[in-house]
Structures are given as structure tokens and as C-alpha cells.
């Protein structure tokens, strides 16, 4: 997207919210862009590492201990990195659209200071409470089953 458009959007949110927007958009993209890029980088090279460790096969059953603590690690890692990606993806997709800063949930804006904290939050404070809570009673419930 050029900077004029970003420019108008800006412009646009503002006047949709019926707030001054006080979050510069271009930033934004330069850091969601940025974090992208990390996150793909980091991707590749977890994966990278993952199969030349199961190539170095060994028959050591310490190295093999070791080894499966150290693949689990990178899977967790893996797998936050993808849920950061899909964050970061998420924002950009939205901030394209023009809906970058306004709640998903409420369509109220999202506190720049949240924004500045958080560029890739898509929910306002209390929308992200509330989900945190139903998620953590799904938690619960599920545990109860258990
Ligand atoms: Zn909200």
C-alpha cells in the first residue's frame, strides 16, 4: 500500500471513530511488516534445525533423551512463532482493510496506548478479558471431563 492511501485511511479511521487516531499506521506496518519477517526467518530456521537433528541420528539413549527435550522445546517455540505469525498476519490483513485499531468484538477503538503496546492486538481490554475468562473456563470444563 503507498503511504498516501495509508495517509487517507488514517484520515478515514479517524473520521469513522469519530476520534483522532493517534497511532501512526505507517509504523505499524513497518513494525507488523518487520515481525513478519522475523517470525518466517525464525520459522525456517526452527525447521532447518528440526531436520538436520533428526538426520544426526545417533543411538546414544542419552543423546536420545536429550535430543527429544530439545525437539519438544523447538516444537513450543514452533508453535508460538506460528501464533505469532498468524497475529501479526491478522493486523496486517485488517490494517489493508482499514479496520487496523477498531475492537473485533465491540468495533470500539482500541486505546492507542494499547496499540503502541500491542500493534497486533485486534480486541480492546475488555474484550480480551472476557475471552481469557471463557477461555479459561473451556479450561476448566474440559479438565472437570477429564
Ligand atoms: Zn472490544
Do not use: W
Amino acid at each position: 500500500m503507498k503511504k498516501e492511501n495509508l495517509r487517507l485511511l488514517t484520515t478515514a479511521l479517524a473520521l469513522l471513530g469519530g476520534h483522532e487516531m493517534s497511532v501512526d499506521l505507517e509504523k505499524v506496518r513497518i513494525y507488523l511488516e518487520g515481525e513478519r519477517a522475523r517470525l518466517f526467518r525464525e520459522l525456517n530456521i526452527l525447521e532447518d534445525h528440526q531436520s538436520h537433528r533428526i538426520g544426526n541420528y545417533s543411538d546414544n539413549t542419552e543423546h536420545k533423551v536429550g535430543r527429544r527435550i530439545e525437539l519438544e522445546h523447538q516444537i513450543l517455540s514452533n508453535q508460538r512463532a506460528q501464533q505469532q505469525l498468524m497475529e501479526v498476519d491478522h493486523a496486517l490483513k485488517r490494517l489493508y482493510e482499514g479496520s487496523y485499531g477498531l475492537c473485533e468484538s465491540c468495533s470500539e477503538p482500541i486505546p492507542s496506548a494499547r496499540l503502541e503496546a500491542i500493534p497486533q492486538a485486534t480486541l480492546c481490554i475488555n474484550c480480551k478479558t472476557k475471552e481469557e475468562k471463557s477461555q479459561v473456563n473451556c479450561d476448566r470444563i474440559r479438565s472437570l471431563h477429564q
